[in-house]
């Protein structure tokens, strides 16, 4: 890599135009209590499907349920958090990133595919085959 080049990881590609990411970040006592706030609610959450049949029984035919909202609300609210921002601006260039590759046809799958299988057999029969000439050689040897 040339000294020269500079790389800067805050840009996407948009329709072969580079486009600097919109990443906002907040203080460091907000980013602190949005994650504090997103582990007491996985916290609460675990803690109401523990004890839900202390609760009733009524409560714990839905502690999937309320897993699941559980952990969701959590990730909405880390997804505030500064980390939750880069990694929400990662995964929109990754998206971006993904438009642009050529998938292969189904003609082309299936012959690769097909190649991939026969070589395996391939191999499978010569790897055999010396299996046997070892153990025939070996059976020689100790009679």
Do not use: H
């Not at 000294?3 to 800067?8: A, C, D, L, P």
């Not at 049949?53 to 958090?81: E, K, M, P, Q, W």
């Amino acid at each position: 890599m040339k000294k020269n080049q500079n790389f800067n990881n805050n840009k996407v590609w948009i329709s072969g135009a580079t486009k600097v990411s919109e990443v906002v970040k907040i203080s460091k006592a907000n980013n602190m209590m949005l994650w504090l706030l997103a582990i007491a609610v996985l916290v609460c959450g675990v803690g109401v499907t523990m004890y839900s049949d202390a609760l009733g029984s009524a409560y714990a035919t839905y502690n999937t349920s309320l897993a699941v909202i559980v952990v969701l609300v959590a990730l909405v609210i880390a997804r505030f958090t500064n980390q939750g921002r880069r990694f929400w601006a990662f995964f929109q260039a990754s998206k971006l990133e993904l438009a642009k590759v050529v998938w292969p046809t189904r003609k082309e799958t299936m012959t690769i595919t097909a190649m991939v299988i026969v070589v395996v057999i391939i191999f499978a029969l010569i790897i055999s085959l010396f299996g046997l000439i070892f153990e025939n050689f070996i059976q020689y040897f100790l009679g």
